[in-house]
C-alpha cells in the first residue's frame, strides 16, 4: 500500500472520528436540554436556582451579618451607655478569637438559604409567571400591586418554613456574648436544633416565627417587587446592558428592603435570642411586647441601630442572589 493511500485512510479516519465525537456531544447535550425541559424540572428549577444562590450570596456576606446580630443585641434593656459600632463589634470578635469566629453559624446560615431562599425564590417566580401568562392573555402588564402581592405571599411562607434553621443561627450567633461558663458551645447547626429541642421542647424551634414573617414579607415587598418593577422600568426607559440594569436594580431593591424590614429585623433577633430566666419567665412575650418594652426602655431610634452594616449586608446578598439566579435562569433556560 503506497504511503499516499496510507496517508488519505489516517484522514479519513480521524474525520471519522472526530465527526462521531460531535454528534456524540451533540447528542449529550440535547439529553442534557430534553432533561431540563421535562415538566417536572421546569416546575423544579425556579426552588433549585434560588437555593444555590442564596447559599452563595450568604457564604459571602456571612461576617457582615454576624456584625449585625450583635450590634442588635448589644445593651439590651439600657437606653444610656456606649454605642457600640460595626467597627467594634468586630475588633471585639477577633480579640475573643479568631478571624473564623466572623463565620460562626455559617451552616445554619446555609441551611436557612437552602430552605428560605429555595423556598421564597421558587414561589416568586411561579407567581410571577402565573402573573405574567394572565397578564399575556389579558393584553395588560402585570402590575405593581401583583407583584408586591407576590412577594409578600413568598416571603411569608417561606420564612414560616425556614424560621426553626434562622433560629439555630441566632442562637449560635449570639452565644459569644454569654459568660463562658452558660455558653452552649454548639458544634454545628444539628447539635443547635437538637439542644434547643431537648432543652425547650419542639415548638420553641418556631420562636419569634411571627416577626419572622413580618420581616420576610417586608423585605420581599421590597427585595422582589422592587427589583422586579425597577428592572422593568431601567429596561422600558434606558438603553443599560442587562448586566446594569440587573445591578442597578438590586442596589434599589436593596435599599428598601433594608429599610423596610429591619424594625421586625431587629425583634426578631431579640425574640429569637431569649431564654428563660431563674424565675422561668421570658424578658419578652410576643412581639409587641417586645415593640413596646424597646421602644420605653432604649428608645425608638434603637429599632434602626445599625441601619447601615445591616444595608451593606442586605444589598450586596439581593445582588448576589438575584444576579447568581439571573444567570442559572439563563443558563437553564
Not at 420581599?220 to 446594569?244: C, D, I, V, Y
Amino acid at each position: 500500500m503506497s504511503s499516499n493511500t496510507l496517508k488519505q485512510a489516517a484522514e479519513a479516519a480521524r474525520t471519522k472520528s472526530s465527526s462521531m465525537g460531535k454528534q456524540g456531544s451533540e447528542t449529550v447535550a440535547a439529553v442534557g436540554n430534553d432533561f431540563l425541559h421535562t415538566p417536572i424540572m421546569r416546575a423544579a428549577l425556579p426552588f433549585i436556582n434560588g437555593g444555590i444562590s442564596g447559599m452563595v450570596a450568604t457564604t459571602v456576606i456571612q461576617p457582615v451579618d454576624m456584625i449585625k446580630v450583635r450590634l442588635q443585641l448589644a445593651g439590651e434593656g439600657v437606653a444610656t451607655g456606649p454605642k457600640p459600632t460595626p467597627l467594634s463589634v468586630t475588633r471585639d470578635i477577633l480579640a475573643q478569637g479568631k478571624a473564623l469566629d466572623l463565620y460562626t453559624g455559617l451552616s445554619a446560615g446555609l441551611l436557612r438559604q437552602a430552605v428560605y431562599t429555595t423556598a421564597r425564590l421558587g414561589f416568586f417566580d411561579t407567581f410571577m409567571k402565573g402573573l405574567q401568562t394572565r397578564a399575556k392573555e389579558n393584553g395588560t402588564q402585570v402590575s405593581f400591586a401583583e407583584r408586591a402581592g407576590a412577594g409578600l405571599a413568598a416571603g411569608g411562607i417561606a420564612a414560616f418554613i425556614g424560621n426553626p434553621a434562622d433560629l439555630a443561627l441566632i442562637r449560635m450567633q449570639s452565644d459569644g456574648l454569654k459568660p463562658i461558663a452558660e455558653r452552649k458551645n454548639y458544634k454545628s447547626v444539628i447539635d443547635a436544633l437538637t439542644s434547643i429541642v431537648k432543652s425547650e421542647g419542639i415548638t420553641a424551634l418556631w420562636a419569634g416565627a411571627t416577626p419572622t414573617v413580618v420581616r420576610a414579607m417586608s423585605l420581599n415587598l421590597g427585595q422582589l417587587a422592587f427589583f422586579s418593577e425597577a428592572k422593568a422600568q431601567l429596561k422600558a426607559r434606558t438603553q443599560w446592558s442587562a448586566q446594569s440594569q440587573t445591578l442597578t436594580a438590586s442596589a434599589i431593591a436593596g435599599f428598601f428592603a433594608s429599610f423596610l424590614s429591619l424594625p421586625f429585623d431587629f425583634v426578631k433577633t431579640r425574640l429569637q435570642k431569649q431564654q428563660r430566666g431563674p424565675d422561668g419567665k421570658l424578658p419578652y412575650k410576643s412581639m409587641t411586647d417586645c415593640f413596646i418594652k424597646v421602644a420605653k426602655q432604649e428608645g425608638l431610634t434603637r429599632f434602626y441601630r445599625g441601619f447601615g452594616t445591616y444595608y451593606v449586608r442586605i444589598a450586596p446578598h439581593a445582588m448576589v442572589t438575584l444576579i447568581v439566579v439571573d444567570y442559572l435562569g439563563w443558563l437553564t433556560r
